[in-house]
């Protein structure tokens, strides 16, 4: 790996990589209407197709924490090349904005919803109430915090401290500090989820921090790249096991602690991947093209649009598709989650308003071209 040229230009690479991890999200939710552990708005009584779920469980214990490295060490990226204004002002408009947009909407909306599911009154407190719910608007309330709260100082601070250490010893930092915060979770369990919210967003703010760090050492990466725990097949030894624990547990419906295991596992193979995956992707040479493109920037605006459409669609297909097709059903709503949520965003880039809310660019008119410049 070419350190000197590390992300001197876009890369293609990476941008997909975070666009996949952020729709990996809308699998993800649809499969949450299959019988498991946790409460949902709809749940389907059909087989929970164990192996299914449990593959899904495995990329949940690491996509949101290599999110948060790649958006740090993309945060890290902007500031050092275009300064600290240009950032805070790039975060607000990219971020913070489309926040307030979408939250506008996303609770009343997901009230509505859930009251039609159940077939529940809908009352004044309700509506008011649903703002006390963030759904899937969690982690923008943390990238948020992360980004404008938080002093820029201190990233620079804990990157230096970072640069210090050993690939193993990043690794193993990652990992302790990770499950601390994870452990904070049950302290403040049950008290609402923005106080809930505090462990979660201090957890996934020592992955920013480490993906910071690792562009403002990035000098170090040749090494990095080449130690022994970036080895593939250790890597996919690790996913494995994680996937088996998770199956595991679901399978034999494993309460208490030991339901944590495939957590604790998850939270090595988190570390390992989040610098892997990096390493891995900046190499891949991929051509930009319109189609890739357009997946790189309609990946949030899907997400952030997709929760409705996935809760409402699980219930409305439950009816007429046998209950032995579990796979079929999570992958037909997944399917239409996503262009539902494809043909808001292009509406969406056709409104300057609108794009301003959700942080896009506007598609910009072509000037028409006189006449005369034609003949």
């Not at 002093?151 to 970072?162: D, I, T």
């Amino acid at each position: 790996m070419k350190t000197q040229s590390f992300l001197s230009s876009r890369n293609i690479g990476l941008d997909l990589l975070r666009a996949g991890l952020i729709l990996e999200g809308v699998l993800l939710h649809a499969s949450r209407s299959l019988p498991g552990e946790n409460g949902w708005y709809y749940v389907a009584q059909r087989d929970p197709s164990e192996i299914f779920t449990a593959l899904l469980s495995m990329f949940h214990t690491f996509r949101m924490e290599v999110f948060f490295f790649l958006s740090g060490m993309f945060s890290a990226l902007i500031i050092l090349r275009k300064g600290q204004k240009f950032f805070t002002d790039n975060r607000r408009k990219r971020v913070f904005i489309p926040l307030i947009s979408a939250y506008i909407f996303i609770p009343p909306l997901m009230y509505f919803i859930a009251g039609q599911i159940n077939n529940a009154p809908y009352t004044l407190t309700g509506w008011l109430n649903s703002y006390t719910m963030m759904h899937h608007l969690w982690f923008l309330v943390s990238l948020t915090v992360m980004s404008l709260v938080i002093p820029g100082p201190f990233y620079h601070w804990s990157a230096r401290q970072l640069g210090k250490m050993s690939l193993p010893m990043l690794i193993a930092t990652l990992v302790i500090l990770g499950n601390a915060c994870f452990v904070l979770k049950f302290v403040v369990k049950g008290r609402g989820e923005f106080v809930e919210l505090i462990p979660i967003t201090l957890r996934f703010m020592v992955y920013y921090t480490a993906g910071f760090a690792l562009y403002v050492n990035r000098e170090k990466i040749a090494r990095y790249a080449n130690s022994k725990l970036m080895n593939g097949w250790l890597i996919g030894a690790l996913v494995l096991a994680v996937w088996a624990t998770c199956w595991y547990v679901a399978h034999n419906h494993i309460n208490g602690v030991v339901k944590y295991v495939p957590v604790m596992i998850g939270s090595v193979l988190s570390a390992m991947l989040s610098y892997w995956l990096v390493f891995t992707f900046e190499r891949i040479k991929v051509k930009e093209n319109r189609i890739l493109t357009a997946i790189v920037d309609s990946a949030l605006i899907i997400y952030l649009l997709h929760y409705p459409v996935v809760v409402s669609f699980s219930w409305l297909l439950d009816v007429w598709l046998p209950d032995n097709l579990s796979v079929l059903y999570v992958l037909l709503d997944f399917a239409i989650g996503i262009a539902l949520s494809a043909v808001c965003y292009t509406l969406v880039k056709r409104s300057r308003f609108a794009s301003f809310m959700f942080g896009l660019k506007p598609k910009e008119k072509k000037e028409a071209v006189p006449v005369e410049a034609r003949l």
